[in-house]
């Protein structure tokens, strides 16, 4: 084998060698090429070890001849790097097939092993050599790399450096499928759909996966992908016609591209049977709902408990037939139909009764044209059993879904008389009835609409009609469009219907309406138009109020407001001094009770301020206007400075005079004594009840 090289070389050598250069910006290689672990592949390099073909170990040698070629390379214009693989070529596996390692006479019979691209260079510049000028091809053999072009067309009298960049990577992937019996296994598809989605889930692609040559349930899907993308891979059985189908563990399989090299397999999935629940209805029975939900939480199907997995109806014999399901929890089924009571028997199997039904219609007695408004129909039967609806405009309904037994059927409507009152109906199993009633108008009613003055519609403002003479009293409350209907009204009678404030649910914020109320006599038909023009109390609370007492220049100027709260007294709400025209108005106090008084800021020596103390109350109306708030200036007889000793005699004379006098008024002198102020304090301390503040306010 040296010796046709060393021939090779020669010739080479003698000719001269075309050179280029390509320079690829990511890895490049041939298939071997990821052998290579660590050094140069021409100057010591380190490979991974690899399997051995033949029970053989080889021995690194190197053969004399290999010096001659050394030497006739030293002398060639052109340098070229030998690579002496020729005595690994039958110890690899992992080198290509070929005929010429073997001797002239084997060549037909066997192929060996031949390793010429084993540990080629990768990443970077390299050089390739070849025999002759002129336009050459250079393919691409890497099969796990997709560049721009795997076949390039270059011209070697002209070298220019070719760039080359890897624009996807190969996935692959397996499906492994279960099969218990031989009869499976002949009914395999030819392949599944296997879905590709995105981050979020949504499909991006879809591919095929073949099942293999040997016909041993395993099939095979693979697919291009960028650097950095994610995929979700979703296998699926897409046979329409299959009895049964498979179902894929796990669900879900993710891959990255993390690398610009080979990417390792997709970890395989595993596909068998779904699980398919069957089960019938007895007296077979078409059409009843059969739902499959969940017993426990899965894992794989990510159903959570109780969540309906699969839905189906029986068939005209009353079988059914559930599925695909995974198999990795027990599962729950239901069974219904309208008109049905159905009872489970078993985990699968149910019996069915038919239920009775009472159709209902309701006409009208004075014009059969005029329809009967949707009315109450209250059916009650035996163990208990209510229902109270609703029914449709022209007083059609029907009752369903009833056992057998004795009921009693009542209609009720105001304004409305019914024959009969009260309707007994006796059901048998899978009966259907009748009710027809007739019905009587005997009242009526008054409708219109609140709104403010604005034309917006008041929701809840309460509505009353009363008619004194007769005792009638009747109330509604508006919608959200504003209408109301006071229904009710007797014929003949006399009614006055105006805008009620009431405590409790509904607008209780209303100052006054317009109009005030309206006086009408109820005929023998309904009344429209009675309209109402709401006015709503503001939110913000109001109190104004004046002051009268003597006007003292040097002790007005230093009074002060103060508004404290009824329920605590030591909170004090505001104070403010009193504006010099007695008159003033606060805004913004708390909804509630508030005592309102007046007081000095400083000491007023021999004189005290006394003031009257005014209770207000904002919980029924935001503004009040209070008054007056009367006040006197009186001299402070126990800040006086006095002699004892001087007046200490006749004060003692005159206290015995008047002891013996006014014995009668000596209590009334005690209370007076007692309700003077301590010295030191500027307002007045003596215990009064706070005078009530008649608010004026408009009323209804």
Same mark, same amino acid.
């Given at each position: 084998?040296?010796?046709?090289? +060393?021939?090779?070389?020669?010739?080479? =050598? /003698?000719?001269?060698?075309? #050179?280029?250069?390509?320079?690829?910006?990511?890895?490049? $290689?041939?298939?071997?090429?990821?052998?290579?672990? +660590?050094?140069?592949?021409?100057?010591? =390099? /380190?490979?991974?070890?690899? #399997?051995?073909?033949?029970?053989?170990?080889?021995?690194? $040698?190197?053969?004399?001849?290999?010096?001659?070629?050394?030497?006739?390379?030293?002398?060639?214009?052109?340098?070229?790097?030998?690579?002496n693989v020729s005595g690994l070529s039958q110890y690899r596996i992992d080198a290509h097939p070929s005929i010429f390692g073997a001797k002239p006479e084997n060549r037909r019979s066997q192929a060996v092993q031949d390793c010429s691209h084993w540990c080629l260079p990768g990443k970077g510049l390299q050089k390739i050599c070849v025999e002759s000028p002129g336009a050459h091809e250079l393919q691409l053999s890497d099969s796990c790399i997709s560049f721009a072009s795997n076949l390039i067309k270059i011209d070697v009298s002209n070298p220019q450096p070719i760039h080359l960049r890897a624009e996807k990577y190969l996935i692959k992937g397996l499906i492994n499928v279960e099969s218990s019996s031989t009869e499976i296994e002949s009914k395999l598809p030819e392949s599944f759909i296997v879905d590709m989605q995105d981050e979020e889930g949504r499909v991006i692609n879809s591919i095929s996966a073949k099942l293999a040559t040997d016909g041993s349930g395993?099939?095979?899907?693979?697919?291009?992908?960028?650097?950095?993308?994610?995929?979700?891979?979703?296998?699926?059985?897409?046979?329409?016609?299959?009895?049964?189908?498979?179902?894929?563990?796990?669900?879900e399989l993710r891959a990255v591209v993390s690398n610009d090299g080979c990417q390792a397999a997709v970890s395989a999935f595993t596909g068998r049977l779904g699980l398919y629940i069957q089960g019938s209805v007895s007296p077979p029975l078409p059409g009843v709902n059969i739902k499959v939900s969940a017993a426990k939480d899965s894992l794989i199907s990510s159903l959570k408990k109780g969540e309906v997995a699969v839905e189906t109806s029986t068939s005209p014999d009353g079988s059914f037939v559930a599925g695909p399901l995974y198999d990795d929890i027990p599962y729950d089924t239901d069974a219904s139909k309208p008109g049905y009571h159905i009872?489970?028997?078993?985990?699968?199997?149910?019996?069915c009764q038919k239920l009775g039904q009472i159709s209902v219609r309701v006409s009208s007695k004075d014009n059969a044209e005029t329809s009967v408004p949707p009315l109450l129909l209250s059916?009650?039967?035996?163990?208990?059993?209510?229902?109270?609806?609703?029914?449709?405009?022209?007083?059609?309904?029907?009752f369903d879904s009833l056992f057998p037994g004795n009921f009693y059927l009542r209609p009720l409507l105001k304004e409305y008389s019914f024959k009969p009152s009260t309707l007994a109906i006796?059901?048998?199993s899978g009966e259907s009835s009748e009710a027809v009633f007739e019905a009587t108008r005997v009242a009526y009613s008054a409708m219109g609409r609140v709104a403010l003055l604005t034309g917006q519609p008041q929701e809840g403002v309460a509505i009353e009609a009363r008619s004194d003479s007769k005792g009638y009293y009747e109330e509604t409350t508006s919608d959200i469009d504003g209408n109301y209907r006071l229904r009710g009204l007797h014929p003949g009678a006399t009614y006055v219907i105006k805008v009620s404030k009431r405590n409790g649910p509904g607008k209780n914020n209303i100052e006054r309406a317009s109009p005030e109320s309206v006086s009408l006599q109820i005929g023998?038909?309904?009344?429209?138009?009675?309209?109402?023009?709401?006015?709503?109390?503001?939110?913000?609370?109001?109190?104004?109020?004046?002051?009268?007492g003597k006007q003292y220049e040097e002790i007005n100027t230093n009074l002060l407001v103060e508004i404290k709260s009824a329920s605590d007294v030591s909170k004090i709400e505001n104070v403010f001094p009193l504006p010099l025209s007695n008159f003033f108005q606060v805004k913004g106090l708390s909804r509630g009770k508030h005592l309102v008084q007046l007081k000095s800021n400083r000491p007023l020596g021999s004189h005290k301020v006394v003031s009257e103390i005014i209770e207000v109350d904002f919980e029924t109306n935001a503004q009040i206007h209070v008054g007056p708030l009367r006040y006197s200036i009186e001299a402070d007889q126990q800040s006086q400075e006095v002699t004892p000793a001087a007046i200490l005699p006749l004060v003692t004379?005159?206290?015995?005079?008047?002891?013996?006098?006014?014995?009668?008024?000596?209590?009334?002198i005690y209370q007076s004594t007692v309700g003077f102020s301590a010295p030191g304090f500027t307002a007045s301390s003596t215990k009064r009840e706070p005078r009530k503040a008649v608010a004026r306010k408009k009323t209804f």
């Open positions: 084998m040296y010796q046709p090289l +060393s021939r090779k070389l020669c010739r080479l =050598g /003698h000719h001269g060698l075309t #050179k280029m250069s390509i320079q690829n910006e990511l890895e490049f $290689s041939l298939e071997a090429q990821h052998l290579l672990i +660590s050094g140069e592949w021409n100057s010591g =390099g /380190h490979c991974r070890e690899a #399997k051995k073909l033949l029970n053989q170990t080889f021995k690194p $040698s190197y053969s004399s001849k290999n010096i001659i070629v050394e030497e006739v390379l030293k002398q060639m214009k052109t340098p070229v790097t030998l690579l395993v099939y095979e899907y693979y697919t291009w992908a960028k650097l950095g993308e994610k995929i979700s891979f979703v296998p699926r059985d897409s046979r329409g016609n299959a009895e049964k189908k498979m179902l894929f563990y796990p669900k009872k489970r028997l078993g985990p699968y199997s149910f019996s059916l009650s039967g035996d163990h208990g059993y209510r229902n109270n609806s609703i029914s449709g405009a022209g007083g059609l309904f029907v006796e059901l048998g023998y038909e309904d009344i429209h138009g009675l309209d109402f023009l709401v006015f709503e109390q503001p939110e913000t609370t109001i109190l104004t109020c004046h002051v009268e004379g005159i206290a015995a005079i008047a002891l013996f006098i006014s014995i009668p008024r000596l209590k009334d």
